[in-house]
């Protein structure tokens, strides 16, 4: 595997479900991110992880819930989410402090549907 | 507040050239990117601008106007494959991406 992993690519659930969304990194960064992305909405960041630990928090509802056991994998574990959280809920990753920048890599995603 | 702005769509023919605009305003600024993405697939990195200027990357080039708060993407001898929506990003005073909303961009034969 190469690159930036998500599973699965597609997942529907109910609202009453508690289901967990995985990435991995193989390129050897030391950044994590979870991305929300709605049609015609700009990245929404959820969740930046750097050294596994969490150093950004969004304001995202506690119905969503990230863990980063170590740098390579990142988790989004979610739990009684509303229809309006149907999105493409995307994963990268970066080299922080990286020179000149850190650019990010993005996983494929995970098109979730709440029904 | 934060913002970027892009053209929500942009239709070209194929062979043509397309300039893709980007306007923001930031609280500080520490880069430009722009990002391609295929409809259900991952972001991808086409350029990073601090300078002023333009940066070409065989057809795909990349202006900057820092004074101005404008970029531009400008993709040359359009191909059916350049159909996808480009993302422009803006890195803020704190070093975190502010993202548009992303240019979806039609090429017709």
């Known amino acids: 595997e190469t690159g930036v992993t998500q599973t699965p690519r597609h997942l529907v659930m109910g609202m009453t479900n508690k289901k967990s969304l995985k990435c991995e990194q193989h390129?050897?960064?030391?950044?994590m991110y979870w991305y929300k992305q709605s049609a015609k909405k700009p990245l929404e960041l959820m969740f930046v992880?750097?050294?596994?630990?969490?150093?950004e928090n969004n304001s995202v509802p506690s119905r969503f819930s990230p863990e980063c056991p170590n740098s390579s994998h990142l988790f989004l574990h979610l739990h009684t989410l509303q229809p309006e959280d149907s999105a493409l809920y995307l994963c990268?990753?970066?080299?922080?402090?990286?020179?000149?920048?850190?650019?990010?890599?993005f996983g494929p995603g995970t098109r979730l549907t709440v029904l | 507040g934060q913002n970027i702005d892009q053209p929500t769509e942009m239709t070209a023919t194929e062979g043509a050239i397309v300039q893709i605009n980007c306007t923001y305003q930031t609280s500080g600024f520490n880069g430009l990117f722009w990002y391609q993405q295929h409809a259900g697939e991952a972001p991808t990195f086409l350029s990073y601008?601090?300078l002023d200027g333009l940066e070409e990357k065989g057809r795909f080039s990349s202006f900057l106007s820092r004074s101005k708060g404008y970029s531009y993407l400008l993709l040359k001898e359009l191909q059916m494959k350049d159909s996808a929506s480009y993302l422009c990003?803006?890195?803020?005073?704190?070093?975190?991406?502010?993202w548009g909303a992303g240019t979806k961009l039609i090429i017709k034969p």
């Open positions: 390129l050897g960064h030391n950044a």
């Open positions: 990268a990753s970066s080299q922080e402090g990286a020179d000149p920048f850190n650019e990010q890599f």
């Open positions: 990003a803006v890195v803020d005073s704190n070093y975190q991406l502010i």
């Open positions: 992880y750097s050294l596994e630990e969490r150093v």
């Open positions: 601008n601090v």
